[in-house]
Nanobody
């Protein structure tokens, strides 16, 4: 059984920085795309950034040039470096991994529990 545990959220002033981490544990045979999503109160969950299995990254326009997604497969960990934070970045941030969890190549999507990021003005 795979579990994702997030950390690194908190309260920060506008213009500040935070680094989120998401560590996977369990029986994992490979990593496909890994992503960060966020959900603000009263809004739908939105995709923030994605990194593919070969390391290609893509970002939502709202965070481009401010956020950086990275991963360490050896540590089963995904990161999100967030700089120049704005009050509108306030949300619960979730990680999602698409993992190879079976010897025959079966895959599945797994979500973290979410971590709160609050940016004060």
């Amino acid at each position: 059984q795979v579990q994702l545990v997030e950390s690194g959220g908190g309260l920060v002033q506008a213009g500040g920085s935070l680094r989120l981490s998401c560590k996977a544990s369990g029986t994992i045979f490979g990593f496909n795309a890994m992503s960060w999503y966020r959900q603000a109160p009263g809004k739908q969950r939105e995709l923030v950034a994605t990194i593919t299995g070969v390391g290609s990254a893509d970002y939502a326009d709202s965070v481009k040039d401010r956020f950086t997604i990275s991963k360490d497969n050896a540590k089963n960990t995904l990161y999100l470096e967030m700089n120049s934070l704005k009050p509108e970045d306030t949300a619960v941030y979730y990680c999602k991994f698409n993992l190879v969890t079976g010897l025959q190549g079966s895959t599945g999507d797994y979500w973290g529990q979410g971590t709160q990021v609050t940016v004060s003005s």
